[in-house]
């Protein structure tokens, strides 16, 4: 037999150092860390293939070192390209690193940590980073709510992964002016066809409103998912996204462009897209920040502006009107007073929508059809400015004046449309008739002896409402006033007309608003989200306290003091930058040099790391960082990769068996916690798994103990009671990187605030009165209820007059609620309840057995029928 086995091959194992990895053995060839030298990276295909064997925290700083934009000219690979190996290399990025070190690196908040953040989010600031991101978000959003298993299994690495999932794609899309640097980048590339099928695919993302609605549906699933107080992410909010994309869109057309006409095509299609979204006015106000504020050049918005469809401009122009009155437009003051003045927001605003309608007609009947229906019951003062605008043209002018007469005097709009909107067309129609009477007179004068006012008089006048009736009497007063000699003008002697509300009415014919200059406007203060003024250098005169004049007493000292005079001009020290003080390091404090140890080990990334971390227990810092980092790290990995499930028996065995050889402070707690971790991301097999452990496992009594704690608490987090149990484990749950701290004024006192919640009591006297309330919301239900039940059926009438309704079955099964599958049974049942209750029976059955053997008998007494010892126990 021996001559038929030959060996093939003989090779001779090398003697491994005594400073190797004794866990080296432990891992697969695929998952061996990559042996590289920094120096020796030249080519984007090594960078790749380090990102995807799971680098190390100084590999990764390397790695996105040499990937750099600023370093395309040097390594001749810029990943912004959006070619097919930087698109790989961001999507090893998004998926495999980020979900890595992400949180890692959230609560390290060192300058190491910052360079590489700061880094990854500027490679990711393209087309391909933001559309990959998310994908992975909408890909842990179907994750989560995916219907097979129990959702409670991995719902806080899951929440946690989503968490991060927002945030990563938030700090790509933060800067105002992420959309005009993807826009600059894409104008180097000499593909024109790409470039717009990249930019489409860019507008379907910002424009439609994909990354709104995904990060909203994120945002639900992790309210739901955790009590705490936490900070929404903003692009979940629609009114501030769009408020974002529009200072976006701003700085497109603000900033220098590579082609002005791409670059204004671009916007355009951006901004129809984002018009839908539903927050017009937030949208609009960003975009043109330098109209409403008058402090930008109007040249790119007019000619933006003519490039818009007729749809689209009659929603801006509409927009910009009520933005205008918003930011401009005071209602604050007495109306009476408001409407005599003239102030410089008026003449801004009719200069600003002048320029607007002499470059395009069709604004200017956009103005008009605004006056007809919507001005009517806008701002008189912006009215005012939109006549005064619209006045310089004299067509415009003649046509409307001919208008609204028409539609004051038509029977239908007097007997229809409410007195209000009536009132607006009013005043519109003698603030036109005014500036008409001012240019062209002649006009005026025809249309006071034409059929339409005499009839509009006539229809007013004949109206059954009063107030319809007065309105007529203003219109015939102040037309005869204009046109008649003073013998012969029109007066109807009411007490309406002698009222301040009528001399209001009739003096408005006489207001006249100049076109001022756009610089009026900027006498409001320019939103704080758009530019942050200078900061003004206090001078020495203003850090003097100022001091009143006061009487000399006599005795006062007359000597006069030797003061030095500044001569007002900044020190040398205000041109110096300042500088934000450095991280503190507690290693810098000791006094011995010699002692600090500047290579400390990070916490782990992966759950080989956590492995090797546990087993070195001659690294006193190396061990506590896995011990610490071990169940916030398993919980995260349980949501996505199979690193749990490929080594969980392996650090449920380590858990189990670890010893406390450092004396570590809440050792215990953090053992439990970590075995807990293990137990819940795969509780089917883990839970027979540490059943089969607690019976056939050679551990001490104190480790058995744990193995049933671990059952017990494990079991009781599936089943939702996790948050009640951190008190005995003495965990808190893990931060995410947008957990927001605890607001003390969002609570209620500690004595109120365990009345509601099912939190431990920290007065003695809270427990007697939640037990009085509990006996008497017993006692209401018990008593009380019935007796209200029978006095309502009382008094509804007799028996014989009571007629029951009969639903139909389709009606019943309709309102029936499905059964929900109890997919937690089976975890329960199968991992913990019958492996413990099994091998319990089979320990029990196996000490009666030996207890009946007798010295002298060599067989095994027969055990008795479970009937016979049912009757024998009775």
């Known amino acids: 037999m021996d001559e038929l086995l030959v060996p093939l091959k003989t090779t001779t194992k090398p003697r491994s150092s005594p400073g190797s990895n004794v866990e080296s053995h432990h891992l697969d060839s695929k998952q061996q860390p990559l042996k590289w030298s920094r120096g020796e990276m030249k080519s984007p295909e090594h960078a790749l293939e380090i990102l995807r064997s799971r680098p190390q925290q100084e590999d990764l700083r390397a790695v996105l070192k040499w990937l750099h934009p600023s370093k395309s000219s040097n390594n001749g690979f810029n990943v912004h390209g959006q070619t097919l190996l930087a698109s790989q290399i961001i999507h090893t990025l998004v998926n495999d690193v980020l979900p890595d070190y992400w949180s890692l690196l959230n609560l390290e908040q060192n300058e190491q940590s910052r360079a590489i953040m700061d880094t990854m989010i500027l490679i990711l600031s393209n087309v391909s980073g933001i559309s990959m991101l998310t994908s992975r978000l909408k890909t842990l959003i179907r994750r989560k709510d995916a219907p097979e298993g129990n959702h409670s299994i991995r719902d806080s690495g899951q ?47 910002l424009g439609s409103g994909r990354v ?47 082609d002005e006409d791409d670059a204004r095509k671009a916007c355009v299609q951006m901004l129809e897209r984002a018009l839908t979204l539903g927050h017009v006015d937030q949208t609009i106000e960003a975009t043109f920040e330098g109209v409403l504020n008058g402090t930008g050049d109007l040249g790119p918005y007019l000619s933006f502006h003519k490039t818009l469809k007729a749809s689209t401009k009659k929603t801006v122009i509409y927009s910009l009107l009520r933005n205008l009155t918003k930011i401009h437009m005071n209602t604050s003051s007495d109306s009476s007073a408001r409407d005599v003045e003239s102030p410089k927001s008026i003449e801004g605003i009719a200069a600003l929508l002048y320029r607007f309608s002499k470059n395009d007609e069709d604004i200017a009947k956009l103005l008009v059809e605004w006056l007809s229906n919507d001005g009517t019951v806008q701002d008189l003062r912006m009215r005012r400015a939109t006549i005064a605008a619209l006045a310089e043209h004299l ?105 301040s509300q009528g001399r209001r009415y009739l003096s408005l014919t006489e207001l006249q608003d100049q076109l001022g200059s756009i610089d009026d406007l900027r006498h409001k203060e320019a939103n704080s989200e758009f530019s942050t003024p200078p900061m003004k250098k206090p001078t020495a005169k203003e850090n003097e306290p100022k001091e009143g004049h006061r009487k000399k007493t006599p005795n006062e000292s007359k000597v006069i003091s030797i003061e030095e005079i500044d001569d007002g001009s900044e020190s040398e020290d205000e041109d110096l930058p300042v500088y934000a003080k450095p991280d503190s390091d507690a290693s810098d404090s000791d006094e011995d040099p010699t002692v600090i140890e500047r290579n400390k ?48 028996e392996d650090l449920a065995n380590i858990l189990t068996g670890l010893g406390d050889k450092w004396n570590i402070e809440q050792f215990q707690e953090l053992r439990v916690q970590g075995m807990i971790a293990v137990l819940v991301a795969q509780p089917l097999e883990m839970g027979q798994w540490f059943s089969r452990t607690y019976f056939n496992g050679d551990y001490s009594i104190q480790q058995r103990a744990t193995v049933l704690t671990t059952l017990g608490l494990g079991a009781r987090e599936l089943a939702g009671y996790g948050k009640e149990d ?15 701290a605890s607001f003390p ?75 929900i599958p109890n997919a937690l049974a089976k975890v329960v049942a199968e991992g913990f309840f019958f492996p413990l209750t099994g091998r319990w029976g089979m320990h029990v059955q196996g000490q009666y057995v030996l207890s009946s053997l007798s010295p002298s008998s060599n067989s095994l007494p027969a055990l008795p029928h479970p009937m016979q010892e049912k009757q024998h126990t009775s």
Not at 220 to 241: N, P
Not at 622 to 648: M, Q, W, Y
Request: with cysteine; proline share 6%; charged share 25%.
């Open 159 to 205: 929440a946690e992964a989503l968490a991060s999932a927002v945030v990563m794609l938030e700090s790509v899309l933060k800067p105002w002016d992420v959309v005009y640097t993807i826009w600059s980048r894409l104008c180097g590339t000499s593909d024109l066809t790409r470039r717009w099928l990249l930019w489409k695919e860019l507008v379907a993302l």
């Open 395 to 499: 067509d415009i002018l003649k046509s409307t004046v001919t208008d609204t007469l028409r539609t004051f005097g038509d029977k239908l709009y007097i007997k229809h449309t409410p007195v209000m909107h009536q009132e607006g067309m009013t005043e519109n129609l003698l603030l036109l008739l005014g500036y008409a009477n001012r240019k062209i007179p002649l006009h005026v004068a025809e249309s006071a002896r034409s059929d339409l006012y005499l009839n509009a008089i006539s229809n007013r006048l004949a109206a059954s409402s009063h107030r319809v009736s007065v309105l007529g009497m203003y219109l015939g007063t102040a037309m005869s006033r204009l046109v008649d000699p003073p013998e012969r003008r029109m007066n109807f002697d009411s007490e309406e007309m002698t009222s």
């Open 212 to 258: 709104l609605s995904t990060a909203s549906e994120a945002e639900a699933i992790l309210a739901k998912s955790t009590d705490q107080i936490r900070e929404r992410s903003k692009l979940s909010d629609g009114s501030g996204y769009c408020f974002w994309l529009g200072c976006n869109l701003n700085r497109m057309l603000v900033l220098p462009r590579l």
């Open 726 to 740: 951190m008190a005995l484990t003495k965990s808190n749950p893990q931060p995410t990187s947008k957990d927001a």
């Open 745 to 819: 004024s969002k609570q209620l006192p500690p004595k109120l605030h365990a009345l509601y919640t099912s939190e431990k009591p920290a007065l003695p006297d809270i427990p007697s009165a939640k037990a009085v309330h509990t006996a008497s919301r017993t006692l209401e239900q018990a008593i009380l209820q019935p007796m209200a039940l029978q006095a309502a059926d009382a008094l509804s009438g007799p028996n014989a007059l009571k007629v029951r309704t009969f639903s139909s079955r389709m009606e019943v099964e309709k309102r029936r609620t499905k059964p």
């Open 601 to 648: 080990p990070t916490a782990p990334v992966y759950i080989d790391d956590l492995i090797s971390g546990l087993r070195d227990t001659e690294n006193y810092d190396r061990h506590l960082l896995a011990l610490t980092h071990a169940s916030p790290l398993i919980r995260r990995k349980a949501a996505f990769g199979t690193e749990v499930t490929d080594n969980c």
